[in-house]
């Protein structure tokens, strides 16, 4: 059963919503959808699950960009109500008829909604006869119930396409003359009637089960199968173009990433130092000097890399506009094309992905993202003088830079802060795959904190890889700072727990927790790492991932996310809050990993690690990132 | 060859590429020379126009944190009427209209060009768009959910007094607390209070940060002494206002003292 239908311009003003349904939502799913969906470039998808204690929504929508209007749909998540899609559609049609900016209010849609709903619950109907894929799923509840009572109301389904009187109330008035080429909309009196009490019944969808269960004797249909199937088919189709071989112009132009150069200082062995009179001997020799990179402006030369970047868009172009003939689009370029299609953007997403490809972004996140912007784009007018390629250029730009764009605020000192006036240390938990430098960066970032009169701790919580205590009481040594360690063999969420009471004792502003790498399909060592985190409750879960990584970076923060979830004893489990990228000077630029994890995990990279001395810490440059991206 | 012969060869170069233009248009009709002058002409006083255009600072912009009211606000000065309620904004919401309240006065009325900026923080780089034209600026404030967002409300605040386009050009900034028709709703105060005091604890954690912020160049206040907000360039005004009963006459007083009729 439908839940709710509503209509909204892009701008939050609804429109229209279905008041007949006016079923009261739990919680708020489409502010939430909006805000963690559509705005997070992943309107590509198809749905999205709403979860609320006492309910379970799933949210369908399409767009209409012309007009910038978005339908969204709501219904409880067990029942898969097929028509959803075919009904949104309908709306989105006959309502565009009816809108006009100006106006706010459309009570007159009503009867057209109540129109367009039964005669997407008849097209339903006919698809699910036609279709002769039938599998049989067990535990079909509610089939009698279906059979019992949904007769009338499918039989009067396959009236619709009989000739019938035109029910057509005059509320509807524009709908009148357009009823030649509506002809699903003639109905018959009695039954659109009838059926209506039908789609009252909280059944639908069981119904509908019933129904073909008699028909075939076969087994009951499962909705979800069909859409899949449907889906996977479409999916193929979509690939085979894209398949096609490369834009040879695409790696014109690559340019040195020119980092700030810093002072190469000090030796970073210090075997001999601690050497001979073994740890007790503390090397106050070296203390460290330099500001962090974190505390400095970066400087981009943006003019140079704009001028080449419209260079290349204009390399590209050219192939396309060849084929088209000068003329024809030149003439469109000036006149501005009507409305954009898929078809039409298909060619300049496709070099946009590729593009992205060869940045290493991970190529499922291209793909997502394409799509997003695809939807975006679609339906809308082509402004005069420009080209699809660089509107599309402009929208991807926009959607690189809304995802980069922290969500929360990344100000860890005004949090250090927060915490410190209530007079408990703050902790950070590094946590990733071996070897990708945390206890490196671990250092680097209570360099950083030292910088800001923070008092720091290490906690050496690798108590797993031998020599990794030996490395961070190395690096403790070097900055000056206590650190708590416990030997190997320990567990470390109790290390952990005992580094933080001793924080709490000796007033450490932050701790900083290093932990062993894992793989993360390392089930026991992803068990352990839930069990400290649950039982310290950090401030900021830092997962440290290296920017080499390609299409991996899915597969570990995505792991790492879902297995911190399902791992965890308590029912809301802490997840990933920051993403610490380590080799950025390694890349040039090849910066997609950036993007593949922001994208992945949602949350933003609070530091970049680039380089091998402690100042080498950096906060991330999202236009510049942009800019390479799109290079 | 030195610098000065060079000049003078291009001198040359030019006087007689000047021969030759006049030579040919002396032999273009004259009606084409006027249409082409006035062509010329058109383009130019159109294009100065559009940039006067942009100069003029007559923009209002609501901005606040996503669900403090920023579009219930905007309809109802629009229209003086929320419809059938609003949902998360994707995009501003922008608009030259007569406010509603004053359609009913007598006289000629000036328009005031209002923006509703999506207060979700993915959208935040919009408002750098409309910042440079505004003649105000109203920070929506939740006044009834104000504690828990206190902190992520402060920051956007911040954020926003410390860009350049607001601080070079003074622009005025009206507090503005939103959904005071329920009970147990803060009063503008005590937001006010709340507010200067989670600034000044930013101060200093974003004061270390800065230097490596580009967005951040100005500061806020006076080192040494506790933040208020008297001690900003600009006017910061506390009101209060309720967008769901349509108790907006503070914000209208607001538009109206920087938007001269």
Known sequence: MLEQLLIFTRGGLILWTCNELGNALKGSPIDTLIRSCLLEERSGAASYNYDVPGASYTLKWTFHNELGLVFVAVYQRILHLLYVEDLLAMVKREFSQVYDPKRTVYNDFDETFRQLKVEALARAEDLKKSNPVVRPVGGNNGKKQGQGNNKSGLEGGNKTKSEGGLKDDGSADGNNNKGDDNKGRKLENGYSNGNFVVTKDSNVDSNVNGRVNASSGNGAFDVNKLQKLRSKGSKKTDIVPKASKADPNKKATKKNRVWDDTPVEKKLDFTDNAGEDGDRKIDFVAPVQGESMMDKEEIISSESEDEEEEDDVGKKNKPSAKNKGWFSSMFQSIAGKANLEKSDLEPALKALKDRLMTKNVAEEIAEKLCESVAASLEGKKLASFTRISSTAHAAMEEALVRILTPKRSIDILRDVHASKEQRKPYVVVFVGVNGVGKSTNLAKVAYWLLQHNVSVMMAACDTFRSGAVEQLRTHARRLQIPIFEKGYEKDPAVVAKEAIQEATRNGSDVVLVDTAGRMQDNEPLMRALSKLIYLNNPDLVLFVGEALVGNDAVDQLSKFNQKLGDLSPSSNPRLIDGILLTKFDTIDDKVGAALSMVYISGSPVMFVGCGQSYTDLKKLNVKSIVKTLLK | ??????????????????????????????????????????????????????????????????????????????????????????????????????????????????????????????????????????????????????????????????????????????????????????????????????????????????????TNEFTLGVPGEPFTFTQCSNKVTTAEASGLTGEISQLEEFIREHVKP
């Open chain 2, 1 to 214: 060859m030195d610098p000065i012969e060079q000049f003078e060869e291009w001198k040359e170069q030019a006087s007689h590429l000047w021969r030759v233009a006049m030579d040919h248009l002396r032999h273009v009709p004259p009606t084409q020379l006027y249409a082409a002058a006035a062509i010329v002409v058109f383009t130019t006083v159109l294009l100065l126009s559009r940039l006067l255009k942009r100069a003029k600072a007559n923009t209002i912009v609501l901005t606040g944190l996503s669900g403090s009211g920023k579009s219930v606000l905007f309809y109802q000065l629009r229209d003086g009427s929320t419809h059938q309620g609003t949902v998360t904004s994707m995009e501003p919401n922008e608009g030259t209209f007569v406010l509603h309240g004053e359609t009913t006065k007598k006289g000629k009325i000036k328009a005031v060009h209002i923006v509703d900026v999506p207060g979700h923080s993915r959208l935040r780089p919009k408002l750098d768009e409309y910042l440079p034209q505004a003649a105000g600026v109203v920070f929506v404030v939740d006044a009834l959910d104000f504690l828990p967002n206190c902190r992520a409300a402060s920051e956007y605040l911040y954020d926003l007094l410390t860009k350049g386009s607001v601080v070079k050009k003074k622009v005025p900034l009206l507090i503005l607390c939103n959904k005071t028709d329920k009970v147990t709703a803060h009063t503008k105060e005590f937001i006010r209070r709340q507010m200067e005091k989670e600034i000044d604890k930013l101060r200093t954690s974003r004061s270390a940060i800065s230097e490596a912020d580009i």
